[in-house]
């Protein structure tokens, strides 16, 4: 049995309170090197006599753990625990596939032995409610949709920029150009978008900005005069929260664009001015900014050397309180529902906290979604951020069945891989998506296959996490990297063939919620080489994905399939079933 690889780390994703009387342990060993692991648990005051010597000692129950994943290199194995006073310790009794046994406990390895199994325990004090990491439970049955305003719908000409282009989706837009897409285009289409069935609509910037895509903000507190008015915004977010529809918006923390007030008054009055601590300067005169690549020294922090979006400095007092008063203006003024976080990880984790405190003090069951691309544990505690954009883990989903990259058993190593990274509560409070604004279009990936993009969509929306579509996939939009990505949305292709084997996608997952939304994950790989799924919740969701270059023979009764006929799937094919 390998010794260095039995990994357990208590207060952390391998133990966790699921809910306050609910406690969930994960041990993490070699692959394929353990045959079976028992905890022994019990409450460390809950004592029996020996049987020897009739002194009193820890009285312990056993219960068999069971293998729930393998990763790359580990084995997974998990247990939910309950106790009656609300305290536990614990350890591990593991058998290797080599018949030795060997306890896991806080001091480490030891011999099994009587005495030993009594020793060294790992604790958990005592089972505090307010120390649960808690994500809100209606992000668990939604499924979102993402909105780039500029280029959703054009419904008000009157607040068109100077130069707004035609509206011809077939476009291959510049950086710099404008269509006129505007909130009353989304008014206008709410009703579309409730019949594909989405209910949470997630907006990228709708605050006044230079650019068309808003990320370099002037002014936190007013809509872009191209996209509307509050009372527009206001009408917007009432009437979606009639349809059952919760509203995200996108915000910039990280840095402000550089015609705020702000920054100009900085290159204005230079240290002198009142805001010259709000950024991170280096040095007077602060423009222009000096490029790295052509071996100069930034005067000014940024966002990646960009010189109209200069870096706040999040830890300064008077910034953490300005970024507050916006996030809960929009909060207490508009009812909106969630925030998404622009650039999230480059700003401090202690402002994030004191923003996780602010939002849900006013809104109990307000989401906070932080964009952050790799690896997220340390701001998914429960005092920063709900959940990321899960890029680590869609991007697995696309190096397997758009690109090739991976296979079947690859990929789901690394899916398992990156679910043990987090509780089970994070694991549901994460967007899954495949395509957005930053990146190509699912179709374009998927080298224009439409079957091929639908299959993995499927796949994504039985996967733990929030489901999300980009404005576009249900019309089968194509696009290059941005800004190409950023098409006029092609509204001609409204309720056509894609966007009906879309709504089926989302039908499909808000009406098994229960299940797919909390209920547990289990990926693998058939003798035959399908891709399996299978969700236990509510009910079990079973699923297979043919991803090889010929015809599975398959035996089973679809829900909902593609490329399936007569007990055979064929390649790009997918078939679920439930019980």
Known sequence: MQL???????????????????LRLRLHTAKADVQAVTVLYGDPYVTAPNPTTGEPEFAYQEAAMIKTGTGQTSDYWTISLTAPYHRLQYQFLVTGQDGNTVLLGDRGLRADSAANRRADLFRVPYFHAIDTVQTPAWV??????????????NGDKT?????????RPADHPGRED?????????????????????????????FTAMSNHKYDT?????????????????????????????????AVFNHMGSRSMQWQDVLKFGPQSRFASWFHINRFPAAPLAAPEQGGVPQYDTFAFEPHMPKLDTSNPAVQDYLLEVATYWIKQFDIDAWRLDVANEVDHHFWKRFNQATKALKPDFFVLGEVWHSSQPWLNGDEFDGVM??????????????????????????????????????????????????????????????L????????????????????????MAGENDPDCRRPMDWAQLKGPIWQRVQALVTFRRAQAATLGTGTTVLSVTAAGLLKVTRTGAHTVTAYFNTTKQPVALTASPVLAQGYADQQLAPTGFAVMVQ
């Open 218 to 250: 002037i002014d936190y507190f007013n809509i872009d005069p191209a996209f509307g008015d509050k009372a527009l915004f206001a009408d917007l977010v009432n009437q979606a929260h009639r349809r059952g529809m919760r509203v995200m918006l996108d």
């Open 453 to 476: 993009a639908l299959q993995a969509l499927a796949f994504t929306f039985l996967q733990t996490g929030m489901p999300c579509l980009y404005y576009g996939t249900e019309m089968g």
């Open 140 to 153: 668990k049955e939604t499924v979102w949709y993402q909105i780039f305003p500029e280029r959703f719908a």
């Open 390 to 451: 899960n890029y680590a883990f869609t991007e697995q989903i696309e190096a397997h069945f758009l690109t090739g990259k991976l296979s079947a058993p690859e990929l789901t190593a690394a899916l398992t891989d990156q679910l043990m990274l987090y509780r089970d509560q994070t694991d549901q409070a994460m967007l899954n998506m495949l395509d957005s604004h930053d990146t190509a279009r699912l179709l374009t990936v998927a080298g224009g296959d439409e079957n």
């Open 4 to 22: 260095a690889a039995l990994r357990h780390r208590p207060e952390s994703e391998d133990c966790f309170l699921y809910t306050p009387d609910e």
């Open 178 to 206: 404008y269509y006129g897409g505007d909130l009353q285009g989304v008014l206008d289409h709410l009703a579309d978008l409730q019949a594909l069935g989405v209910n949470g609509l997630y907006f990228c910037p709708v």
């Open 159 to 167: 607040n068109d920029p100077k130069g707004t282009k035609p509206w």
